[in-house]
């Protein structure tokens, strides 16, 4: 690992550097123009944090708790694809990091080790994330396999019922190497799917997309919680809760499904609001500081995920790599915490912010 | 056509590479400093679509109808001149490539093939745009021929009764090549236009500029369906459906006549809300992506333009390359219908807004 | 002359790359960090114009009345020093380029040519820029001497009552070449100024530096017209007003002498507002385009004054370069009133004006 | 020196070109992203200065009194460390010229020399800035040293209970050179701070931190006034009061302590409105130009202080750079002054301030 790796901005900057063109395009690329992407990142300099001094920090801690598991700070690795296309161990050397780091990881549907290999080598907690197959029963064969091996909690994704314009990807050329693929999920079909001249889209390929009916019986089905994954609405977080979930991910995936969305900062506090504490409300998308998480939470967020990162340290630093980036995480927030005189997590509010073009400090956007 | 070439952007930039710098002077160029053309672009960036996710999309369709017309998607050919600069037929390859993508194009007054060679060779709608010219005869000379090749409508341009101060083009020293000109109108009269010297503009060159009875005298004149082009203001929507048109478009010549005039985005949502449905209302001038057309319907248009890419996609990939352009573009538009839960194009409304800065979100700015 | 030059963008890039860098430094540098001289331009870009359609432009013409001189087109020569830094003849060649486009040229104090060759020369009217001198007496020695070579009215510069802090102009070591003198001023007395430590600024420097009561003892020691350039404040322009000045000039100097001060745009409408039609606005300060005068006649302005460019076209193109800048700024000006529907200077205000920033439509900031 | 050294902006440009690498980094780094220390500059280009012309400055002046010690002008050295990092002197160095410039300079606890060697050089009033030790004793010791040396005020710097996450001087690798460090100081203990896996932060390194009740206590130890630094919020400012302070420095610590907090600029006037003059308000954190100084005067300080330029300065031209940078600032200053027609400082109030983006003129935001 370069020394001069200290941030998860060096992180990316060195895997910018050694990535091939095609995986880099994939791993950072986006939707479209990367418009969302580049707003989940610049929707945080929209905000100041308001620092309290001289402030008694006797017992500090960023400890919480989530669903009934302990952890000593609230960043959990987010779900990413192909773990392999950066690390030859790929998920497993991942689930590894998360319990040296001490936290939790989220293993993808579209992971490229199976997920009882990766339960198996892990020696922390899992959750497992869900793309509701076309049918049922491969979607509960996942949900069987999962609570199985061991896995904590379940995250329904509904942002992405059919894949994103990737052109920086598309332009790239870009294809998955020999040897790795969606391991856990049956071979694909044949392409043969007849496109009718008069749409691209809207012929049978949507037919078999999950609906709120989905996640109804998903959650029937299992005693694990499940979260919901790709909420940027509060009607849906409110359709999502009357469904059963029991909690919801304020995210856009990353940038990478459609352009244009707002970033889940944006959204955040107004899902809070609506949310209004029946269920924890997690967030991702452009978390790359602590300062970024003490907004997130000041916004309402019970934790963040963090995703690319993930990918861009495991690349530049395998096991230890991915372990350190989160430590930095950690080092970030809490101190943090410790500079704006908050002891702890609940101590984070909105009256820590201050809206940057002066509109309204003291409050939520 | 290099295999890159997924995004209208890549047909942009490949023309920029191959072109002619004087071609490409015309044809990307605009008025003064393009600050307007940068503005239409520009616009979108201050919305984003707000996504609702597992929603029935059963039955989802992009298909609209337009004075009769049934259209698989509400994408249209813009008028624009010249396209012989780009292709060797010219206007003919536009035109089948229209018909391969089953859309309508229009034709420019301006056109460097006759109009009626261009409906001999379309197998799909056509309409014409219209320049009214000094001589009332002219102009109803180009209205019946327009007739007789069939052709389904009739755009009258209002927004240039003078040329554009086009500094790029005449930088780039660019003139029509030889065997390139506007074939559909009789030879312009040897520039000897008396200036005096107290004023270069308005001493005789406006003399014959077309008036709102030019417009009337129009409409009577004709059973087609007439549409204004080049309408910013409310008041003169007003005035144009006064005076019998079928449609406005909005639209400010894609940036090329008058710097500094506001992008359509940002008067789409005044004047539709003036016009409050009496007529359709289209909107052109930087359209890139599906998800702009999203944004344009969210704001009252009924269907959009395209007018650059289309001389982008000849140049760099002819008959094939303007067919592929428009169904990236209806590709885009479905999947970005699909991704934000709206099955049809009536669902699309202001409520699928947000405002970039926060000012006013779920409303048109 | 280059034959791109078409606009006053490239008379700028033309003198840029052929003047001396001192040169460039004092006719291009600006007080401080450049942040007034910048924003003087970027004012412009915080507006729209808002154009009507077919509107009849019968004897349309940009013509006006200015202190009982007829003009063409509003469009003066702002005072500016020491046109020989960019030509052999100096002021000369300025006027003479000011009678050929048919306009008013204004000469400096600090004009390197006496104000009588400079009217020998001349065949249009000239107005005369005044400093006011430490001793009162040499103040009016310039007035009579104004007076007796025909001049037709006077400015008194306001806003400098010491140089700028230019520090573009310092690093570039920049100094009057041998022979450029202000020759219409009695040579300055050898700098023996003894400076108090406890102050470089306020010991005596100050001390002769004209008052309300310098303005008010002028307007009554002639019977030309004056006018105070140099006002931004609402409350100095009443003033000015009250000492019984026949103009206002709303101006920061091209930012030439205190970096920070708003652009002129942004205060002319509450000055033109206070002054409400008493005696005639005009304005300086980033004006390149016609667009621009356009804007600002709609915020009060009866005329505009074009500084900067002048040096630049005398520099590139001599008289001819002068000469064409203005006509092509008149040209410009004249297509923007046809383009936005209005056929006479009076029918520019602010309904014709749309904020950027979605904030104000329809009203000066 | 340079003879192109005629800004603050020159000294830091030739500091960029002379010094190591690691020295830069850790003089004009700062923390994190350095959001915060570019806010600090960019805070200023959010307001304008509104001239008023034509006014008496008979008798004008930049002097002020702070705690009964009269100054020419409203500009103090920022307490800033190691100075022999720049200059083989060190703060003897800085100590000399702020009495060349005629006024205070702040020594910094972890200055490179002495207090007391600082104070036997120094030929003008000092005053010493102070961290609260770990253990009392030792802070008291401090204080007792700079008393017996004749310090004329303390300030307790609040902002740092533990360092910032410097990721500029990390990534440059940046060590303190053999010979240089904190001689005020006893040697630090070796670092052998058993880190608690659970926390890399909160695990007995705050233990120490100071309170309220430290500042209480110290007010109550000395008779010298204490002054608070590293206050940004008005309900710190109230608590500061309450606890004896003599004076209140709104302060980021140059952004770098923690970043995304605000730039010092945006919450002077709510800090300067609570305090309401009880105490002096005092300012820093991006203030380069004379016109800065009047927007923080205009904002409710009663003076600033300067920290990386004087080390700029001292690295670029010693002695005497420190005092011609000071004396920049100065003329600038006064200057700022002559040309808004301000003849005192208290004649600078909000009225002078117009926002720039058109928000609030004439109030500060």
Known sequence: MPSDTVSLADYERHFARMADAGVRAYVDGAAADGFTQRNNRAAFDNLYLLPRVLTDLTGATAATTLFGMALDYPILIAPTAYHKLV?????????????LARTVMTVSTQASVSLEDIAAAA??????????????DDTLTLVRRAEAAGYKALLLTVDAPLSGIRNMEQRAGFRLPEGIRAVNLPDAPASVRPVH??????????????????LERL?????????????LMPEDAELAIGAGCAGIVVSNHGGRVLDTVPPAMAVLPLVAARVAGRVPVLVDGGIRRGTDIVMAIALGAAAVLIGRPVLHALAVGGVEGVAHMLTVLQTELEAAMA????????????TILMA????????PR
Chains 1, 2, 3, 4 share one sequence.
């Open 356 to 363: 940057r073009n002066g509109g309204c400090a003291y409050a």
């Open 219 to 231: 959650c029937g089905a299992t005693s694990l919680p499940v979260l919901v994954k790709g909420i």
């Open 197 to 214: 001249p008069g749409s691209p889209v809207f012929q049978g390929m949507l037919n078999d997309a999950p609906c709120w009916s989905t």
């Open 87 to 99: 690390h030859p161990e790929g998920e497993v050397a991942t689930a590894v990091a998360a319990a």
């Open 339 to 350: 500079l704006t005189g908050r002891a702890r997590l609940k101590d984070i509010d909105p």
């Open 123 to 136: 020696h922390a907690p899992l959750w497992f994330q869900l793309y509701a197959q076309p049918r049922w």
